[in-house]
């Protein structure tokens, strides 16, 4: 069944939809960005080598949030964008303090002594790379809210795919940017911190492009 055929919410402005009509598309939408933004968070974990320079593996997922985004500002409004993004924050942390939570409670003995230490290793918390990662995804999903409603306002219903592409293209360096100097600038040469900015902009641009027809799923301004 397509969204399509799911979702019928009345208007009742420009870039808002009624709050008492969210249905079975409306759902899905919410529980894809609030799980792809979970998913991808936990696959950071992991670093790759793309091109030659190293990067995290969240990146090949986490792009297509902010086109996810773009699906819930169509169907939904701007306001109900702008609730989720800082409802997913708020998810976010709760997962990283309930990993440190994990890590911290006391082990099974057998079990410790296989995995214990991997555990810590892996799912507890680097603080700092948390905080960066959600304030960057607050910063740049907020920034693309308001570009992509401008274009809204202007394109009046025409090229809904160049809206989502010119959103993302503002959306994806900001993201980059916030995210790559609060994790690692000062704890590693400026070379290396710009290698990282560069190969995660260029895999997001990748990832965005392939995402883009995707705005076309649902009904909306």
Known sequence: MSLHSTYHAKAAGPGQTS???????????LGAYFGAQMISDIASLKIGTFLGLAVDL???????????????????????AQTTILAAAGVNVAMALYFAFCGW?????EWAAEFGDSFSRVLSPVWRIVAASIVAEIVSELVDTEVYQRLVARARG??????????????????????????????MPNSVVFEIFLANCI?????????????YLVHGE
């Open 19 to 29: 709050p008492m009509n969210v249905t079975s598309a409306a759902i899905l939408l």
């Open 58 to 80: 969240g990146t090949f997922l986490y792009p297509v949030t902010f086109t996810l985004r773009d699906l819930v500002h169509k169907s939904l409004g701007k306001r109900a």
């Open 105 to 109: 409670f006391p082990a099974d003995a």
């Open 158 to 187: 025409r090229h809904q795919w160049l809206r989502v592409l010119l959103s993302n293209v503002v959306a994806i360096p900001v993201d980059t940017l916030v995210f790559v100097a609060g994790a690692f600038a000062f704890t």
């Open 203 to 215: 895999l997001k641009a990748a990832v965005t492009l392939v995402s883009v027809p995707m705005i």
